[in-house]
């Protein structure tokens, strides 16, 4: 599973990087924790503002600021093995 985190262009493109990155990883770690899923198969990226998710057409139009997901793997995979 790849978790994508990104930001709008708002602040530096560095900054912005690292925003994304971190946002993918809290997603991250509420699909662990929360979910259960098993962190061994969740991949994160973030991409900044390098791969726009909209365009912006004015500045106060309201910003995307949010973190994708995208798997291919069905439920049952996704959970932790169960201990003895």
Aim: hydrophobic share 30%; charged share 35%; aromatic share 2%.
């Amino acid at each position: 599973m790849l978790i994508e985190g990104y930001t709008d262009s708002k602040g530096s493109p560095n900054r912005n990087l690292e925003l994304s990155k971190r946002r993918a990883e809290a997603v991250k770690d509420w699909l662990v924790t929360k979910k259960g899923i098993a962190e061994a198969i969740i991949t994160t990226r973030g991409l900044g503002e390098t791969k726009p998710v909209a365009r912006m057409r004015t500045l106060t139009v309201a910003t995307t600021r949010k973190a994708d997901s995208r798997t291919g793997a069905s439920r049952s995979r996704l959970k932790k093995p169960e201990r003895d």
